[in-house]
């Protein structure tokens, strides 16, 4: 059965070296989930712009609905400057003050939490007040049977101890790499030892379902409270890494609601951001338009 999926907080467009694509978090969540077969939708905000009218036909040619993105008179649509070195990792200038910093509670974002059966959020697009209520208030009204997942994404300075610790109370999954792990295990007050033993400390401080730490092309850690997983990860020519990470989420969310084991979330995750991270820019098409036959030069 489709299941309704939202990717909800910023959506801005990566400027790479020479193009720019639609980006963020939510909208690449999003793109994936629809591939996979749910109904991915994006909660987010863009600028009465140029841009924010381009965001709109990307989303649009994307397949993805824009019926949940607001319309902001005052702040711009969001934009990052991406350099992306020579192993093909991206580092990001964020700009400020952007229309998904304002998102806005509405009753219609209040009925579609309702009805979500899961939703994705994030530590960045909460850097305002104005969208980290908003986001509170949006995962807070959804069904107690839904799943709620922070995908960690700790870009300087726009996260705390505070913004993380009660991020992880809302979630019940939680992503975040190999970097970031023992600096979310410092601001939630414990020593970092190992990926195994930290994880399995989240799972136990924020009662989680499940702990993920991605380790870029080596694969993933999988921890609930009763087993783990780890996934080596599979060998493809990088173009670049932009959005990987977000399909490797969006593949993983997918799976947890169907009900399967550690190893197939892990394994089929891994897979799918390794395709993307394999084309350039975070929403490639599939090969005939169906992800299988993408994925078949990967498994």
Same mark, same amino acid.
């Given at each position: ?8 907080? $910023?959506?801005?467009?990566? /400027? !790479?070296?020479?193009? /720019? ?8 969540? =999003? %793109? ?16 009465s712009d140029p ?7 990307? /989303? &649009? ?8 993105? @607001? ?14 070195? =020579? ?19 509405? &009753? ?21 007040? @104005? ?9 807070g009204a959804m ?18 101890? &505070? ?29 970092h030892q190992d ?6 400390? !989240? ?6 379902? !499940? ?16 087993? %783990? ?32 084991? !550690?190893?197939?979330?892990? $394994? ?8 993307? =991270? ?6 490639? =098409? ?5 992800? $299988? ?7």
């Amino acid at each position: 059965m489709k299941k309704t999926v939202v990717g909800l907080g $910023e959506i801005l467009w990566d /400027m !790479l070296p020479g193009d /720019m694509h639609l980006g963020g978090a939510p909208a690449n969540f =999003a %793109y994936i989930t629809r591939l996979l077969g749910d109904e991915g939708i994006v909660a987010s905000r863009i600028g009465s712009d140029p841009l924010g009218d381009a965001a709109k036909a990307r /989303m &649009e040619a994307l397949g993805l609905s824009t019926s949940f993105l @607001q319309k902001d008179a005052v702040h711009p649509t969001g934009v990052v400057d991406v350099e992306v070195d =020579a192993a093909g990792n991206p580092r990001f200038n964020i700009a400020a003050s952007s229309a998904w910093d304002y998102l806005e509670w509405t &009753e219609e974002w209040k009925r579609l939490a309702e009805k979500s059966d899961a939703v994705c959020f994030g530590s960045l697009a909460q850097r305002s007040p @104005q969208s980290r209520d908003t986001i509170y208030r949006f995962v807070g009204a959804m069904r107690p049977e839904a799943v709620r997942v922070c995908d960690l994404n700790l870009r300087p300075p726009f996260y705390s101890a &505070e913004i993380l610790n009660e991020s992880m109370k809302l979630a019940d999954i939680v992503k975040m790499n190999d970097d970031e792990l023992p600096e979310v295990m410092s601001l939630a007050g414990f020593p970092h030892q190992d990926e195994k033993s930290s994880a399995l400390r !989240l799972v136990e401080l924020f009662d989680l379902r !499940l702990a993920c730490v991605t380790r870029g092309c080596k694969g993933s850690l999988l921890m609930s409270r009763n087993d %783990y997983n780890e996934q080596p990860g599979f060998l493809v020519k990088v173009a670049d890494t932009v959005g990987a990470g977000d399909a490797f989420t969006a593949t993983l969310v997918h799976e947890f609601m169907r009900g399967d084991s !550690l190893a197939i979330m892990n $394994e089929k995750a891994n897979a799918v951001g390794a395709w993307v =991270a394999s084309q350039v820019g975070a929403t490639p =098409a599939p090969k005939d338009g169906i992800l $299988e036959r993408s994925l078949a030069g990967i498994f």
